[in-house]
T-cell receptor, first 117, second 116 residues
Framework: EAGVTQFPSHSVIEKGQTVTLRCDPI?????LYWYRRVMGKEIKFLLH????????ESGMPNNRFLAERTGGTYSTLKVQPAELEDSGVYFC???????????????FGPGTRLTVL | AQSVTQLGSHVSVSEGALVLLRCNYS??????LFWYVQYPNQGLQLLLK??????LVKGINGFEAEFKKSETSFHLTKPSAHMSDAAEYFC??????????????FGAGTRLAVHP
């Protein structure tokens, strides 16, 4: 079974440009999460989808970030326009749907390293 | 509110020596605790987790961690370090929400170096 995949693995853009990151979750996983790690800091939650709906976007830094999950499959995270402080590694994770046990393990992708110059 | 503190951003050990990576958490409810590892150029991989039950949990590659509620700690150990253990390790606690999803709160990470 394929794991969580992310594209691209690296992206280098200039300040003010637009970048779109893509995440393909494990097939059948209803929950999809985005996290970000800015250089040397902790990995921080950005947002969470349940199928195509945004369940929690409390971690999104500002309105330059737009996440979508059309059809409840893959997700995109667009940064427009990019700023220097957006540089970091963006991780995607997915987990199964609702279960009685309440805890659903998150499986992480390899991340996209974004560098804004 | 939940939070995680990892003591030591860099730890260096000799091959064959004990590995001890420290993690303390803060949580207003019984926590679920995790250790993840990131090898160079790879994604985050779950090493082990504590949810309920036995407080000493064993993970992959010979790692284990003990949940100590009185100390609010979840330190990661391995009796004998191997060169292949060189990686960055992240401690995390989860916030559980009704509806079966959870949000991970991570520490800042500890980079482990293993030298011959």
């Amino acid at each position: 079974e394929a794991g969580v995949t992310q594209f691209p693995s690296h992206s280098v853009i200039e300040k003010g440009q637009t970048v779109t990151l893509r995440c393909d979750p494990i097939s059948g996983h209803d929950n999809l999460y985005w996290y970000r790690r800015v250089m040397g800091k902790e990995i921080k939650f950005l947002l969470h989808f349940v199928k195509e709906s945004k369940q929690d976007e409390s971690g999104m830094p500002n309105n330059r970030f737009l996440a979508e999950r059309t059809g409840g499959t893959y997700s995109t995270l667009k940064v427009q326009p990019a700023e220097l402080e957006d540089s970091g590694v963006y991780f995607c994770a997915s987990s199964q749907g609702l279960r009685l046990s309440r805890y659903n393990e998150q499986f992480f992708g390899p991340g996209t390293r974004l560098t804004v110059l | 509110a939940q939070s995680v503190t990892q003591l030591g951003s860099h730890v260096s050990v000799s091959e064959g020596a004990l590995v001890l990576l420290r993690c303390n958490y803060s949580s207003s409810v019984p926590p679920y605790l995790f250790w993840y590892v990131q090898y160079p150029n790879q994604g985050l991989q779950l090493l082990l987790k504590y949810t309920t039950g036995a407080t000493l949990v064993k993970g992959i590659n010979g790692f284990e961690a003990e949940f100590k509620k009185s100390e609010t700690s979840f330190h990661l150990t391995k009796p004998s370090a191997h060169m292949s253990d060189a990686a960055e390790y992240f401690c995390a606690v989860t916030i559980l929400f009704s509806g079966g999803y959870n949000k991970l709160i991570f520490g800042a990470g500890t980079r482990l170096a293993v030298h011959p």
